[in-house]
């Protein structure tokens, strides 16, 4: 994984390179030049630390996550997390592979667990440097018990507020989502 390194300890292919690394403009996009971030080797004392990816790497990495996320491609949203990924849930983080594997899975992204016909809808979109945030409608059929509820058969949707912030390696080292679990109880007990 790449920590944060002084540039001026950087080492990397082209000069040109050099000159962005020293003006810290390590993620964007050079139109002449394609994706730049697969172009950044970085060395530190002669150890590989990683590649940056651009924001179009990021931006493919969260489209393939949503993707598989509605397709209840359980395998395919792991693979678009980083070595140890952290879910957070409104302040309670889930952590590591396994942990965030169940997680998708218990709540329905696999086909099966608390709910069915999960769905992730994109209404507003936020990039920075660091992360992107995600204003969505979560939307589903309650079929198992979710937080000590009994299955309910009813449909529910809710607006939800996901931040992603991504490794250095253009996958996703964090989600951190954000929604009213009164409100999806009301829609489940009416």
């Known amino acids: 994984m790449v920590r944060n390194v002084a540039p001026v300890r950087l080492r990397v292919l082209g000069e ?20 730049l971030g697969r172009l950044i ?11 940056l990816m ?12 949503l993707e598989a ?40 992204f696999g086909g099966g667990g608390s709910f069915a016909e ?15 945030g995600i204003e969505q409608t979560l939307s589903g059929r309650h079929i198992g018990d979710w937080e000590a509820m009994a299955p309910t058969g009813k449909r529910f949707e809710i607006a939800v507020c996901t931040v992603y912030r991504f490794a250095p390696d253009g996958l996703l080292q964090s989600e951190d989502v954000y929604f009213d679990r009164a409100r999806l109880r009301e829609q489940l007990l009416k």
């Open 118 to 132: 999960v769905h992730v809808e994109e209404r507003h979109r936020l990039v920075t440097a660091d992360a992107i």
């Open 54 to 65: 651009t924001m179009p790497d990021r931006l493919a990495i969260l489209a393939q996550h």
């Open 69 to 108: 996320e509605n397709a209840h491609d359980i395998d395919g949203i792991m693979a678009t997390y980083a070595e140890r990924p952290v879910v957070v849930i409104n302040g309670r983080a889930i952590e590591g592979t396994d942990r965030v594997r169940l997680f998708h899975e218990r709540f329905g």
């Open 16 to 35: 040109s390179l050099k000159r962005l690394l020293r003006r810290k403009v390590f993620g964007l996009h050079d139109a002449r030049k394609g994706d």
């Open 41 to 51: 080797y970085l060395l530190d004392g002669g150890q590989w630390l990683g590649l």
